[in-house]
């Protein structure tokens, strides 16, 4: 109780500082509100703690207070990531950033005063006039030569958050020194009296179609068939933008690439940060992509595409043989775009032994199998785009990246952008279809031939969601457990390696030999492989109240007709995991 007690006092405490002149009147009213309910809960959420800019930026609920997003926890990102910048290029004559923002409610509010600050520190700001894919906000950096820039956008979130995203000079996310020395700098942020609000007109310059046109010219110079899209030019492709950015710029750069049978789902054309038609814009749930496939059936379509509302994360269904629809989850789309760029560039002499790939730790292992088979170089890395822009960064001049991907409906087939991109991935599933479809393949029976030729594998992730406060301290002692008390069987095979990406230890169970692990920094999370090639990876969300489990199992088929019941054995596998894992 008097734990209880000290915590609602803190909070008061924190509340009333925004009571504060430098507070606008609505945000003050709006607080005391919030002191005066008899019931303190959403007081205590809103003020426990700070929302934290993190290694990616900010990311929460809408609303009043230190652990909202608002216009001044924004605010102090902003300035925080001013005073870095004005600090890292102290000798540069003029600093440049740019700012984009997606469609959810107060991402153009957020992105003006972000702008607003910026200049105001005598930043340089190219502000988007709309909104825009994330993945264009990472390539307008690198064309524009600046040091920096953010989106406003919550990705694939419910309709109450947003965030705010922050990228170096390469156009990626940032990594050590700069997310560090940029965290450090926005904490000194202590109060609404720290930000320099008033912008400077002259330093903002609105940016839009000629940088879109810039961006869809060098995306076509990613086609590898297009002799083939002239031939199933007519393809049947129905394609969703969930309501969000990707509505103008995927139909248009799939036109451009000479697609000219795209299928709109009017409903989730409209713009609206509402969102709705659906209770989440999240393309990995099959409701989100329910109208889509729906359009699908009535119109006898070939291929279904989504976006998420920033348009970085893909979403796709296909037909299968019995005519029937089925979602393609994050793995088997990023296994279809590596094999079919791999083979398309062995195809055509394209290979010259310098390529790679990148996936993340969590990612299918298939993907691992048709790199190595065909002698392409493959890169492990942390959840996260961030890292996989990293590998890019550094072998930059050395070797040809061809693609990356991560479970989470996350690829990215080119260099020029340092972010996973929906727009170019899906313009290369549709090429993969046009290339399948002229060798007598749908996408579906091209998926079951590379099973057939790699191995099968089946990917279940099982996310464990946990709100709040309490939720946050739950999920600490989940991870906590598992380290203590590390399993040693799981659904009847034994663990032979354990992978500790805290400490960087690995360790066989075979023999206690305990080995490090190769990678940039440490992260939150815990890797099982099992004698029976299960693979099972445990890590706490990043941007979600949740802790999440990564299921792959393997099998060996000699035919496509193995495939279904490797499937259900698969599935029942995966229920003989949660038993083992308590979930």
């Keep these: 109780m008097e734990e209880n007690a000290a915590l609602l006092e803190s909070v008061r405490k924190k509340a009333r500082v925004w009571l504060g002149k430098e507070y606008d009147n609505e945000t003050r009213i709006r607080v005391q509100a919030l002191l005066d309910q008899d019931d303190p809960a959403e007081l205590i959420e809103s003020f426990y703690k700070d929302l934290e800019f993190g290694t990616g930026g900010l990311r929460g609920i809408m609303g009043v207070g230190t652990n909202r997003m608002n216009i001044y926890t924004v605010g102090a990102a902003t300035q925080g990531l001013s005073n870095y910048l004005l600090k890292e290029f102290v000798d540069l004559a003029q600093i440049k950033v740019v700012i984009g923002h997606d469609c959810r409610n107060n991402s153009r509010l957020f992105a003006e005063i972000s702008a607003n600050i910026f200049s105001a520190n005598g930043i340089k700001v190219y502000l988007f006039d709309d909104l825009r894919p994330t993945p264009e906000i990472s390539y307008a950096i690198r064309k524009l030569g600046c040091q920096s820039g953010i989106i406003l956008t919550a990705s694939h979130n419910p309709k109450e958050y947003n965030g705010y995203k922050a990228y170096w000079d390469d156009g990626a996310q940032m990594i050590a020194p700069h997310d560090k020395n940029t965290i450090a700098e926005v904490n000194r942020i202590r109060n609404a009296g720290d930000i320099r609000f008033k912008g400077r007109k002259e330093l903002i310059e609105i940016i839009g179609k000629e940088m879109d046109d810039r961006y869809i010219r060098d995306l076509k110079t990613l086609s590898l068939s297009p002799e083939e899209i002239r031939r199933h030019h007519d393809l049947k492709i129905v394609y969703t933008p969930i309501h969000g950015t990707g509505v103008r710029l995927i139909p248009e750069t799939l036109r451009a690439y000479g697609f000219t049978n795209i299928i709109h789902v009017p409903e989730q054309d409209v713009v609206s940060g509402d969102f709705p038609t659906v209770v989440s814009p999240n393309p990995e749930e099959p409701a989100a992509m329910a109208l889509a496939v729906e359009k699908a059936k009535a119109t006898d379509a070939d291929l279904v595409l989504a976006s998420d509302p920033d348009a970085d994360r893909v979403g796709a269904a296909v037909k299968n043989d019995a005519g029937e629809w089925m979602q393609v989850n994050g793995n088997q789309t990023a296994l279809l775009l590596v094999y079919y760029l791999i083979t398309r560039r062995k195809e055509s002499d394209r290979l010259q032994g310098k390529e790679y790939i990148v996936k993340t730790i969590v990612t299918t292992e298939t993907v691992r199998a048709v790199a190595e088979q065909n002698g392409v170089e493959i890169y492990d890395v942390y959840t996260g785009f961030k890292w996989i822009a990293d590998v890019i960064r550094k072998n930059e001049g050395k070797k040809t990246f061809i693609g990356g991907g991560e479970e989470s409906y996350g690829f990215l087939c080119e260099d020029f952008v340092r ?163 308590g979930i």
Aim: charged share 25%; hydrophobic share 35%; proline share 3%.
């Design 419 to 581: 972010d996973k991109d929906a727009v170019s991935a899906c313009c290369i599933l549709a090429e993969a279809t046009a290339w399948a479809k002229d060798r007598g393949l749908s996408l579906y029976q091209l998926l079951q031939q590379i099973y057939l030729e790699y191995g099968y594998s089946k990917e279940v992730n099982i996310s464990v969601v946990k709100k709040g406060k309490s939720g946050a301290e739950e999920i600490e002692a989940m991870m906590k457990n598992y380290r203590e008390h590390p399993l040693t069987e799981i659904a009847g095979s034994k663990v032979t390696a354990l992978y500790d990406y805290v400490s960087l230890k690995g360790r066989s169970c075979a023999d206690g030999e305990v080995f490090s692990l190769n990678m940039p920094t440490t992260s939150n999370v815990l890797q099982y492989h099992t004698e029976d090639g299960t693979k099972i990876s445990i890590r706490p969300s990043g941007t979600e109240p949740k802790i999440k489990f990564y299921c792959e199992v393997h099998a060996t088929v000699k035919t496509i007709h193995d495939i279904p019941q490797a499937e259900q054995t698969a599935l029942e596998k995966v229920e003989q995991i949660k038993a083992s894992l």
